[in-house]
């Protein structure tokens, strides 16, 4: 039997290079989509690198038609590539919403809507990385929220359209991860145990997703550390 395909955007770095790696163990072909994909430093025949900046969504569907082009089915699309902005919404600059805006919620629709037909002949499954701020009120993270919840919100939408034809349709709804994430953000989590996820545990837990029996789906799945500790690394001003 021919190899299950998924693409995975955001594979270079944190939860997405994880769970690429555990998805190449599983024996998928893997092709992962980011602006600079050899940047995670997993090399393998079954791994297809494709480089596309996200956050234009006229290169998100150029994108999506050369892999329509290459591919005639998908098993799993993860729409995990995301970036964060955060501070007071009025200090905020209009490129970096434009940009967040873009990458963790235009592309995942566009990527959604132009590979359906691909995950539709598979009976595929689309996992969209959301995260906790989908969840409850995140102030100094209005807009990233806003866009979580957006993606949070568009996925049991979908789930409802897309189920008649076997489609299955998740948000992962993590808290604080260990990943670069946050090497440009003045906080970050604790580096205490219990105090937050590893990129590895969530590829874990992606992987308990698709393996579910056949007519049972995980709509939506919310993990949290067992402790809330945040360090901030300077002074507010
Ligand atoms: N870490 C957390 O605490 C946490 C919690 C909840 C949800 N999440 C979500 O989880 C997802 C993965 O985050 P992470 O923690 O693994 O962060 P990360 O280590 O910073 O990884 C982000 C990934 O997104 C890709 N990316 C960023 N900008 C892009 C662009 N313009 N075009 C294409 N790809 C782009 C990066 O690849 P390139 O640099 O190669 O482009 C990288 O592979 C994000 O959606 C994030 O919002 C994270």
Same mark, same amino acid.
């Given at each position: 039997?021919?190899?299950?395909?998924?693409?995975v =955007?955001g594979?270079?770095?944190?939860?997405?290079?994880?769970?690429?790696? %555990?998805l190449?163990k599983?024996?998928?072909?893997?092709?992962?989509?980011s602006r600079?994909?050899? *940047?995670?430093g997993?090399?393998?025949?079954?791994?297809?690198?494709?480089?596309?900046?996200?956050s234009? &969504?006229?290169?998100v569907t150029?994108c999506?038609?050369?892999?329509?082009?290459? @591919?005639?089915?998908?098993?799993?699309?993860?729409?995990?590539?995301?970036?964060? /902005?955060? #501070?007071?919404?009025?200090?905020?600059? &209009?490129?970096?919403?434009?940009c967040m805006?873009?990458?963790?919620? =235009?592309?995942?629709?566009? @990527?959604? %809507? *132009?590979?359906?037909?691909?995950? *539709?002949?598979? +009976? #595929?499954h689309?996992?969209?990385?959301?995260?906790i701020?989908? +969840?409850?009120?995140?102030p100094? #993270? %209005?807009?990233?929220?806003?866009? +979580?919840?957006?993606?949070?919100?568009?996925s049991?939408?979908? /789930?409802?359209?897309?189920?008649?034809n076997?489609? +299955?349709?998740?948000?992962?709804?993590?808290?604080?991860?260990?990943?670069?994430? @946050?090497?440009?953000?003045?906080?970050?989590?604790?580096a205490?145990?219990g105090?937050?996820?590893?990129?590895?545990?969530?590829?874990?837990?992606?992987m308990?997703?698709?393996?579910? &029996?056949p #007519?049972?789906?995980?709509?939506?799945?919310?993990l *949290?550390?067992?402790?809330h500790?945040?360090?901030?690394?300077?002074?507010?001003s």
């Amino acid at each position: 039997m021919d190899k299950k395909t998924a693409l995975v =955007t955001g594979a270079s770095s944190g939860i997405g290079q994880a769970l690429a790696k %555990s998805l190449l163990k599983e024996g998928y072909f893997v092709i992962a989509v980011s602006r600079k994909p050899e *940047r995670g430093g997993v090399t393998n025949a079954d791994l297809l690198p494709l480089r596309c900046d996200l956050s234009r &969504p006229e290169m998100v569907t150029k994108c999506a038609g050369n892999i329509r082009g290459r @591919f005639d089915r998908l098993d799993l699309l993860v729409n995990n590539a995301g970036a964060g /902005f955060f #501070g007071l919404h009025e200090g905020l600059d &209009p490129a970096d919403v434009t940009c967040m805006v873009n990458l963790n919620l =235009t592309a995942p629709l566009i @990527f959604t %809507s *132009r590979l359906l037909p691909l995950l *539709r002949k598979a +009976k #595929g499954h689309i996992i969209n990385i959301s995260s906790i701020t989908a +969840k409850r009120p995140s102030p100094m #993270g %209005s807009a990233y929220a806003a866009t +979580k919840a957006g993606l949070l919100h568009f996925s049991n939408c979908l /789930f409802d359209e897309v189920r008649k034809n076997g489609v +299955k349709v998740t948000a992962l709804c993590p808290d604080m991860t260990m990943t670069p994430f @946050f090497d440009k953000l003045d906080f970050a989590p604790a580096a205490e145990e219990g105090a937050f996820l590893t990129p590895e545990l969530i590829a874990e837990s992606v992987m308990f997703i698709v393996k579910q &029996p056949p #007519g049972s789906v995980v709509t939506e799945l919310v993990l *949290r550390p067992q402790l809330h500790r945040l360090i901030r690394k300077k002074q507010e001003s």
